[in-house]
């Protein structure tokens, strides 16, 4: 309680202010506010390019930042799963995506939480993603397409569907959905589809 009264009297500044995430991080119990300012920091101190140090947190008088509430905490996920946190990585991650933000956004977080998946080798996770991704594809795919000047970069939930699919021994359902991948031009690796051809036949 007395912590608590000491924060109302504490200067409310940095990037907390800026992104509006004030009540966000004033709403979590003790240690998961020392988590993400934990690594917040340690961002800030690994990471060279990034613009912030660690008072900009929740000091400082910022006017404007390129981080909304979604690619901000998505960056302290992001160093959380680089340390092999997977766990406080994931919960970061997840609540991303709870903020408003664009599906491009999304798909970005998602991304990475089919990563995080796959380093926990939960293939029950890295379907629950993987599909996630897919269903929103329809949504940021342009936006995808102008950041990569043009053209469709390999897409990790689609390659990691196709596997998924090939293992469940669903060889039709693949090939269904490498011929989508392919109608929208997202690469698809020759030997994938090679083996998922030779299956179907067989």
């Not at 007395?2 to 907390?16: D, P």
């Not at 240690?31 to 929740?58: T, W």
């Amino acid at each position: 309680m007395i912590s608590k009264v000491f924060r109302i009297f504490k200067e409310k500044g940095g990037l907390l202010k800026t992104l509006g995430l004030w009540e966000w991080y004033e709403g979590l119990d003790a240690q998961k506010q020392k988590m993400v300012k934990y690594y917040f920091s340690l961002k800030s101190i690994k990471n060279i390019r990034f613009p912030y140090k660690a008072k900009h947190f929740d000091s400082g008088d910022i006017q404007e930042t390129p981080y909304t509430k979604r690619t901000f905490l998505g960056s302290i996920a992001q160093m959380a799963l680089l340390e092999g946190d997977t766990k406080n990585a994931e919960w970061l991650y997840l609540e991303a995506l709870k903020m408003e933000g664009t599906p491009l956004e999304a798909h970005m977080i998602l991304n990475d939480l089919v990563i995080l998946a796959q380093k926990e080798k939960d293939y029950n996770k890295m379907e629950t993603y993987a599909k996630a991704d897919i269903e929103l594809f329809e949504d940021y795919k342009e936006s995808l397409k102008e950041k990569e000047g043009g053209s469709m970069p390999h897409l990790n939930s689609f390659d990691l569907m196709l596997y998924l699919l090939e293992r469940r021994g669903e060889y039709a359902k693949a090939m269904e959905l490498l011929s989508y991948m392919e109608s929208q031009s997202i690469p698809v690796y020759p030997e994938t589809k090679k083996r998922l051809t030779e299956k179907v036949r067989y």
